[in-house]
């Protein structure tokens, strides 16, 4: 028997086997959970990249859990879209892990480090879990037990302000899960099935059937408020701005994109592309609620004094820029939305991981405070100097890439409009980035001369995600020869 | 127009519940209040699930000879597996509570939200 077989169910039972084993080895000595959630996240890391090869040698990658057959079982599904969206997680995850012990050492009392690891891999196992099943139930089980976990993580801020930020979320994360469960209940009553490709063999018959619509109506509202949607983004930035420093880049980086590619599924693999354009148009309103989210994510973020609320209204205008692409379903659109996965991923990670430093060596989130940290910390702010290029999308960064393919899906669908909405919004991020970076550079006094750079455990990885922008930013082929294959199977009919 | 009520009046009490806890979750200031309306919100739809499982005629899924129809029983698990999930919810908004009560010493809303401004 070859291990390799079992890759696809490996990559989940990793990190949730390892969240069981961290608060057993931990009793030995706190340090070994980390290296525990090390290499649990770096073996998913490697084995999603062999099990994206794979699709790419052999095509889909169906494992069917305790060998039984679907539709009766549960099966895990590896395509190009699911490999891709795999890869970018599971890396971002072993990043972050890296460079979490210093910021977690110093924000999360010595006593709690061992379950908040725990708790982590738990997350991570959740987030790794949606994107890989092909089962639809399965897929409402790790929303929650990734939701779960990051309520969890969320309520380890240093602040009180920390704990309503989670209780709220906790709420409207509630409610949507709930939705999405109702909406799978209407989808198993009309059907009798919960496979996500015999669902799609079996739905267009009943388009027209009313449940049907009802179902799909909840799972549009329930995942909108997962992924925030704008305006259904009341929790995310209290959530990531009370978070420690680890989790706001953990959860910005990869929480709503994966709650973004469950919508992608059930659009495009559940529903086929027809539905969504043509029997309920709900392209329409996903289309003007992007543009709205992303001038208005721009726009909120403009006023932020804090720099992670600032982040955190961004984020949500980056969210629209991805549902933009999903709405306008066609190729490039589509290509445009799945680079932007990673691209914010890689951005959005690694912004929120030099905020996480300057965090541990200063204390600081005020923007205005940070008047002359260019010269107390260069490498951190480089990296941040990077990232933020790329949130605005200048040419040799990732941020380009995205953005080009979204204008280009727009003008391939006739609708000209959104490419003035992509320019304003890129502008207004310019200005928002540009408030920190003359702060930064520019200014001289604030900042106390006996602070130096962060160590380079935080450096480095900072320095390994802004590196991928540019990497990517100029070998743009890579991502978008792998997303032109998710994209064209997403919209064959 | 009695049919749509009486034929079909599990919807209406699952729909009932649903929003009786919505409601709770929206409208009330207590915490705790709000994670009852979440229970009852939460239950509300698994009600749902176990009353599609109903078969006419059938009889609970365990083999018996005499038999003619048997509830589809996969409903039922689908609802175990949501309990759990719902106590875990629970569980983590309780311990939620605990912390606030300590850190704020209250748990009504207006007052919590009253000091941090």
Known sequence: MNISQHFPVMIVIIPLISAVIIPLIGRIRRIYGWYVSIAATFSSFLISISLLMTVFEKGRISYWLGNWEPPWGIEYVVDYLSGFVLVVISFIAFIITVYSIKSVGKEIPEHRITPFYSIYML???????????????????????????????????????????????????????????????????????????????????????????????????????????????????????????????LQAATATKVGVYAMIRIMFTVFKPQFILEVVPVSQIFLFLSA?????????????????????????????????????????????????????????????????????????????????????????????????????????????????????????????????????????????????????????????????????????????????????????????????????????? | MIEIFLGKYNYWIYITLMMIGFYAMIAKHNLIKKIIGMNIFQTAVFLFYISIAKVKGGTAPIVWEEAIQYDNPLPHVLILTAIVVSVSTTAVALALIIRIYKAYGSIEEDKILEMNN
């Open chain 1, 123 to 249: 997350f991570v196992a959740g987030l790794l879990g949606m994107i890989i099943t092909g089962d639809i139930f399965n897929l409402y089980v790790f929303i929650e037990i990734s939701s779960l976990a990051g309520y969890a993580l969320i309520a380890a801020g240093r602040k009180r302000d920390a704990l309503i930020a989670s209780y709220n979320y906790l709420i409207l994360g509630t409610i949507a899960a709930t939705f999405i469960l109702l909406g799978i209940g209407y989808l198993y009553m009309v059907t009798g099935t919960l496979n996500m490709a015999d669902l799609r063999e079996r739905l267009p018959l009943l388009y027209d059937s009313k449940v049907v619509r009802t179902a799909f109506a909840f799972f549009t509202v329930g995942l909108s408020i997962k992924i925030a949607l704008f305006p259904l983004h009341i929790w995310l930035p209290n959530a990531y701005t009370h978070a420690p420093s680890v989790v706001g880049a």
């Open chain 1, 292 to 493: 709205v989210a992303i001038i208005a994510g721009s726009v909120l973020a403009i006023g932020q004094r804090d720099i992670r609320r600032m982040l955190a209204y961004s984020s949500i205008g980056q969210i629209g820029y991805i549902v933009l692409g999903i709405a306008l379903a066609n190729k490039s659109s589509i290509i445009g939305s799945l680079i932007h996965i990673l691209n914010h991923a890689l951005m959005k990670g690694g912004l929120f991981l030099v905020v996480g430093a300057v965090v541990y060596k200063t204390g600081i989130t005020d923007i205005d405070d940070f008047k002359g940290l260019g010269k107390r910390m260069p490498f951190s702010m480089a990296a941040f100097t990077i990232g933020a290029l790329s949130m605005v999308g200048v040419p040799l960064t990732v941020g380009f890439v995205s953005k080009w393919y979204l204008a280009l899906g727009a003008l391939q669908a006739g609708m000209w409009v959104f490419v003035p909405v992509i320019l304003i919004s890129s502008l207004l991020s310019a200005v928002y980035f540009w408030r920190v970076i003359n702060n930064i550079y520019f200014k001289d006094d604030g900042v106390p001369a006996r602070i130096d750079d962060a160590p380079a455990g935080m450096l480095m990885p900072a320095f390994t995600l802004a590196a991928c922008c540019i990497i990517f930013g100029i070998a743009a082929f890579i991502p978008v020869y792998i997303t032109g294959f998710a994209a064209e199977m997403l919209l064959r009919g």
